[in-house]
C-alpha cells in the first residue's frame, strides 16, 4: 500500500464527505446504500472505508462539521447569525437529522457519542451567555441554562420547519426572542 | 355484507386507530407494514381498509387527531397547558411525524392536506391571539402572525427536542415565553 501525503488524505477525505452528504440529502439515511455512496463519491467502499469504517461515522463526521460551524457563527456574529444561516439550509439535508430521532431512540450509544460532540464550543458557549448576562446584554434573573434550553428550542424549531418544508419569516421572530432576553427595568 | 350500526363502526374505528398508534410508535412509518398492523389491530387487511384506504389515511386521521387535541387544549387552557402535554407524549410516537419530513418534501400533495387540517380551530387559534392583544394580555406591537410563528417554533423545536428523548426543563421556558409576549411598558 503506497503512503498517501496528508494533503492527499485530507483532500479525499473532503470529496467523502461531501459526496455522503449529497446522497444522504437526496436518499435520506436509510436509503444512503453503499452503491450510491461509491457511486456519487467514485470511490469503492473499501477506499471509503479507509476513512470512515460505517455509515454512522460518515454522517457523524458531517453533523459535527454543521455542529462546530453553527456553534462558531453563534460565537462569532451572534444567535440571529445562526437562524438565518439555519433557515438557509437544504431542507433535504435537515431532513436527514429528522430521521435519526429513532436511531437514537434506539441506539443509546449513539446519541451518548452525540451529546458529547463539540464539548469545547458548547463549552465556549455556555460562557458566553455567563458573560452577557454580567454584561447587561441579557437578563441575568433567568439562569443561563434557560437562556441556553430556550434559545436551542427556538433553533430546533426552525430546523424541524426548514426539513418539513415551511419557510418561517424569521425577523418577527427574532424580535421577541430579543425581548425575552432584554435585561428587565 | 351486512349493514353495521354506527357504534359499532365508530368502536371498530376506534380499535384500528390505537392500534396503527401503537404499530407507528413501535416500529416507525415505514416499519408498520401491513402484516404488523394486522397482528396488533386483530382485523385483516380488508377489514382495515373499508375504514382506511392506506397507510397514510390511517396515520393522518391519527395526527388530526392530535392536533385537534392540541388546539381545543390551546384553546380552553392556554398555551402552558400545550407545552407541557406536548413534552409528555411518548417520543416513539413523537418520532413519527419527524420520520415524515421526507415524505412532505417528496410528496407536495401530502403536504397540502396536512396544511389543510383542522382549518376551523387554526382559525380559531388565530382569533384567540387577536384577542388577547386587543384586550391586553399580550402585547400588540407584534403582528399576530409573528406571535403564532414564535409560540409554533416553540412547541415544534419542543416536539423535536421529545422525540429525540431529550427530557427539557419547560418552567423557565414557559418564563422566557412569558417575558416575550408581555405588553411592553
Chains 1, 2 share one sequence.
Do not use: C, M
Request: net charge negative; no cysteine.
Amino acid at each position: 500500500v503506497p503512503k498517501r501525503s496528508p494533503e492527499y488524505r485530507e483532500a479525499r477525505r473532503r470529496d467523502i464527505l461531501d459526496g455522503a452528504r449529497r446522497v444522504f440529502a437526496a436518499h435520506g439515511y436509510e436509503g444512503a446504500t453503499v452503491v450510491r455512496l461509491e457511486e456519487e463519491i467514485g470511490l469503492s467502499r473499501g477506499a471509503i472505508h479507509n476513512y470512515f469504517p460505517s455509515k454512522w461515522d460518515l454522517f457523524y463526521a458531517l453533523a459535527v462539521e454543521d455542529q462546530s460551524r453553527a456553534t462558531r457563527l453563534w460565537l462569532d456574529e451572534g444567535y440571529e447569525a445562526v437562524v438565518r444561516h439555519l433557515v438557509e439550509q437544504s431542507p433535504d439535508w435537515l431532513g436527514v437529522y429528522l430521521e435519526l430521532a429513532r436511531q437514537f431512540r434506539t441506539h443509546p450509544e449513539l446519541r451518548e457519542q452525540w451529546d458529547r460532540r463539540n464539548p469545547e464550543l458548547n463549552e465556549r458557549l455556555e460562557a458566553r451567555i455567563a458573560v452577557a448576562q454580567a454584561e447587561g446584554e441579557i437578563r441575568d434573573d433567568a439562569s443561563s441554562d434557560d437562556v441556553g434550553t430556550f434559545l436551542s428550542v427556538i433553533l430546533d424549531g426552525l430546523a424541524l420547519r426548514t426539513g418539513f418544508g415551511v419557510r418561517d419569516d424569521v425577523d418577527g421572530l427574532l424580535r421577541l426572542v430579543d425581548s425575552a432576553l432584554a435585561p428587565r427595568a
